[in-house]
């Protein structure tokens, strides 16, 4: 069974600064893919970046980048620059393989990012 | 503008009341799904279709029930079995079958019970 794990439930950051919140995951599938959706107040989910588990560089989305420690188990992903924008909370997922294809996303309880002036 | 409509925005249930969530998708994705999301919660999968006409039960089916009969529509029931209701549900679909699949998400129903 996949588990996405998440401990910081809340953080706070500067505007300007970069934080990077925490994802660890567990799994015994050798193939998989690691992504990071972003969700305002508003409720919808915005898709961030992904990862996919042979890629050998980390992935890069602007001003979004993730850390990807494959031997850890974990895909933190660094905010740079944080804008007032980025208030929001953040979901770490991971990609199940489905039979027959598709894809079923696990995800994490989430970290609440606050950006202050 | 492609992308996946949820209807409507707020709902009410009463006990006893079966209550169906629409999503609509114009983007030609063979796959759909349900997630149910409850505060300080993560989103947990309640059923998902990858296909017309099929559809599998995902972690937490129980009370509910979905169908599938039409690629763009997946429509979500909430039966009076579900002692639970309250919650944020949320609507997305996929199509490209490689490792890059992301899910694209509607905006959500936040349901409630009277």
């Known amino acids: 069974a996949q588990k996405i794990t998440q401990t910081q439930p809340g953080m706070f950051v500067q505007e300007k600064e970069a934080v990077t919140l925490d994802c660890t995951y567990d799994?015994?599938?050798?193939?998989?893919?690691l992504f990071w959706y972003k969700q305002p107040s508003s409720g919808e989910m915005i898709f961030l970046i992904y990862?996919?588990?042979?890629?050998?560089q980390n992935a890069t989305e602007g001003r979004y980048s993730l850390n990807f420690q494959k031997a850890r188990k974990s895909a933190n992903l660094v905010i740079s620059a944080s804008q007032l924008g980025d208030s929001a909370m953040y979901f770490c997922a991971m990609r199940e393989k489905i039979t027959g294809g598709g894809n079923k996303l696990t995800f994490g309880t989430g970290t609440q990012l606050k950006v202050e002036l | 503008d492609g992308g996946i409509t949820q209807s409507p925005k707020y709902l009410f249930r009463k006990e006893g009341q079966n209550v169906t969530l629409s999503c609509e998708q114009n983007l030609n994705h063979d796959a759909m799904y349900w997630y149910r999301q409850d505060p300080g919660q993560g989103l947990r999968l309640i059923y998902y279709?990858?296909?017309?006409?099929?559809?599998q039960k995902g972690d937490i089916a129980e009370g509910y029930s979905v169908s599938r009969e039409k690629k763009e529509s997946f429509p979500l029931t909430v039966t009076s079995a579900q002692k639970n209701p309250t919650a944020f549900y949320l609507c997305a679909s996929s199509g490209d079958r490689g490792w890059h699949e992301k899910l694209f998400f509607g905006s959500g129903t936040q349901l409630s019970v009277l």
């Open positions: 799994t015994s599938d050798p193939s998989y893919g």
């Open positions: 279709s990858q296909i017309v006409n099929d559809f």
């Open positions: 990862q996919g588990s042979y890629d050998q």
